[in-house]
């Protein structure tokens, strides 16, 4: 007889010696184990840890023996197999998102082995972390990596976890490449391939810093499939909700139904323009407004993809955190952009401030001497380093211009921006204030974002309509100069720390603006040195790089480079060759040297095809500045060979573009 008081258990694997072992609390105890009164079978257990890849299930099984008797009792069960090529099936998952979506995936091992109720699954994401997170929902888990994934529950055959594309916001197409595995063999596993689009949107708030009773213009564009930008036909509709600060202002909209502007903290359909106004004598002295916008057309996208997420309870916390309106609204939109009110921390900026005078660039010209100053607020003695950032950015709004071959004057165009940041390192020393003057170099570009129109003819029946397609956009300083040359509104942010790395003081505000000044007259003859070219000059921009008036805003205010429609900025205007750069916008003699050497191409083409016959240097100069205006074979004067004669083509007869320049060179 068996007596259990003194006699043993002994369990010992029989088939399946290959692929499953005996633990003891976690630990690997052998083939066999031997339990003695108290058996404690509670700690023993019985775990795969060889993978079966024969392709077929093997029969395992147990040998019990009870002390010295002779009877044995067997125990069967069943090694499952794995396909070693995909031993992780996937269940589930949206291969393709938007920035800002979320994926729910799953799957389980491609048997029902007995491995995943054992040890468990995990995740990570091994290339593309920077665009997006893990989210576990049982265990509420953010990250790039879940080392024990707890969904639907721990043990169990399947896996359960989401991706949240809430990282960096891709410009084109790129993909996140997820990888889930078994604990403890991590030699098998599966992986799959998420691409994340850019979103289908790209919103832009200029200024980016508002104060107290300021509007700000919220700038909405769609991304194209191949990252360009382009205008949102007329009535598109935008979901519109304030996220987080509803205390510092409201969304300024049309309400086509009671055919008035508005005010309100979320807009449940909204055609452009939409502004942020920020509330006049606000009791708080600074804050963040994050504001979200979405386009309605993708509504029923969103809908699907939040009705599968809403089976979890934990997914339906995180979907109400990101889109809960401070207003109390829950709105279903995934493109976030902040607006900054003054934001001061323990700093005052002392100069310059919103109240500064306008800093000018020079007739010479040069960008402005700019020594900013700032004090630390409760300072403590000691060294203290201030990190400066110097942010100059704008937002020129455009439009096709008046006449025959042009849609009529105010027909809104995609705008132009540009946002460039300085930055550098100042010290303070036993004392709370700093001094820090503005390098205006390449060298202290922290990050350089452009968005130019790039010129493009597109015919329309008879009309030859020219705006640009909006599709270039510039993450880098794009001229020869080691020099600068920006303007526009100015925001300034300054991290302090201490000598051990402590942050002790912040601050972020808009402050005055860069603006230039008009160069001399004489100062312009002489750059050009041609009597013919300066008539260009003349004819284009009056003699003048930046705007004198306001008159012409909001297009180009006073002291911003002088704008013509559709795509034409100082001096010379130049609309139908290259972009114009930044440095030709806000240096006139860059602006002037782009015109000399267009013109002198011009003057190379208009020669060859003028010196084939007999002709005049009037002749010569009127197909020089048709060419410049119209470029291509276009010429003012074309040869009659049936009279012999020069007569005035129809280019030259729609145009009168050289006939114009030609009274201002010898009026």
């Known amino acids: ?254 309400d086509e139904n009671l055919m008035k502007d508005s005010l309100a903290s979320y807009v449940a359909s909204s055609i452009l323009p939409l502004q942020f106004v920020a509330t006049a004598n606000s009791s708080l002295d600074s804050g963040k407004v994050i504001i979200k916008i979405g386009i309605l057309d993708y509504s029923q996208f969103y809908k699907k993809n939040i009705k599968v997420i809403q089976s979890k309870s934990s997914k339906q916390k995180y979907q109400r955190k990101i889109n809960e309106t401070c207003s109390g609204r829950t709105i279903n939109l995934k493109f976030t952009e902040e607006i900054y009110e003054n934001i001061g921390q323990n700093i005052d900026l002392i100069y310059p401030t919103k109240d500064s005078d306008q800093e000018l660039i020079t007739t010479e010209p040069k960008m402005p001497k700019v020594i900013c100053r700032a004090k630390l607020n409760s300072y403590n003695g000691g060294t203290v380093t201030f990190y400066w950032e110097y942010t100059v950015q704008y937002s020129y709004l455009r439009k096709e211009r008046m006449g025959n071959c042009w849609q009529r004057a105010g027909q809104a165009l995609c705008p132009r921006h540009a946002s460039i940041t300085f930055t550098g390192v100042s010290y303070s020393v036993d004392e709370n204030e700093t001094n820090w003057q503005v390098p205006f170099l390449i060298d202290n570009i922290e990050k350089v974002q452009i968005i130019a129109p790039k010129p493009e003819r597109i015919p329309i029946g008879k009309v030859d309509k020219y705006q640009g397609n909006c599709s270039q956009v510039i993450n880098f300083w794009d001229y020869k100069s080691r020099d600068i040359f920006t303007g526009g509104h100015v925001m300034v942010e300054i991290h302090a720390k201490d000598v051990q790395g402590n942050s002790v003081g912040h601050y972020k505000g808009t402050v005055n603006n860069i603006i230039g000044l008009n160069p001399d007259i004489n100062d312009i003859i002489s750059y050009i040195n041609d009597p013919a070219i300066y008539a260009v000059v003349r004819h284009e921009g009056g003699s003048r790089q930046f705007t004198s008036s306001t008159n012409s805003f909001p297009y180009s205010a006073k002291g911003y480079p002088l704008y013509g429609p559709p795509n034409g900025y100082g001096l010379l205007q130049i609309d139908n060759g290259p972009t114009p750069k930044e440095m030709v916008l806000w240096n006139w003699q860059a602006n002037l040297q782009v015109g000399i050497d267009r013109y002198n191409q011009s003057y190379t083409s208009a020669i060859k095809y003028t010196q084939r016959h007999p002709y005049t240097n009037d002749i010569l100069r009127m197909n020089t500045w048709q060419n410049y205006n119209a470029g291509g074979d276009n010429f003012y004067y074309v040869w009659d060979e049936d009279n012999g004669k020069w007569i005035i083509s129809k280019c030259g007869e729609k145009n009168s573009y050289a006939q114009q320049v030609y009274k201002l060179y010898n009026p």
């Open 1 to 254: 007889m068996f007596n259990y008081q003194t006699d043993s258990l002994t369990l010992s694997i029989e088939n399946g010696l290959d692929y499953v072992s005996f633990y003891r609390n976690g630990q690997y105890a052998g083939k066999t184990v031997i339990c003695s009164f108290p058996f404690g079978l509670n700690g023993v257990t019985l775990k795969q840890d060889s993978i079966n890849g024969s392709g077929n299930s093997i029969a395992g099984s147990l040998k019990v023996t009870w002390g010295d008797v002779k009877k044995t009792y067997d125990s069967a069960f069943t090694i499952g197999t794995v396909d070693l090529n995909n031993p992780i099936v996937f269940t589930s998952c949206d291969s393709i998102l938007y920035s800002g979506d979320t994926s729910l995936i799953e799957g389980h091992l491609s048997d029902w082995s007995r491995i995943a109720r054992t040890n468990g699954f995990y995740a990570k994401i091994i290339s593309g972390s920077e665009y997006g997170q893990i989210y576990d929902d049982c265990g509420d888990t953010l990250s790039d990596r879940i080392d024990y994934i707890s969904c639907p529950l721990p043990g169990n055959d399947i896996f359960s976890f989401n991706f949240v594309a809430n990282g960096n916001k891709p410009i084109v197409k790129v993909n996140v490449v997820i990888e889930v595995g078994i604990i403890g063999f991590s030699e098998y596993v599966g992986r799959l391939t998420i691409a994340v689009k850019p979103s289908p949107i790209v919103v832009s708030i200029q200024p980016g810093c508002v104060s107290p009773g300021d509007t700000a213009l919220i700038v909405i564009q769609k991304r194209n499939d191949d990252g360009s930008l382009s205008n949102f036909p007329p009535g598109q509709l935008f979901e519109v909700g304030i996220m987080e600060g509803c205390e510092f202002g409201k969304i300024l909209w049309h």
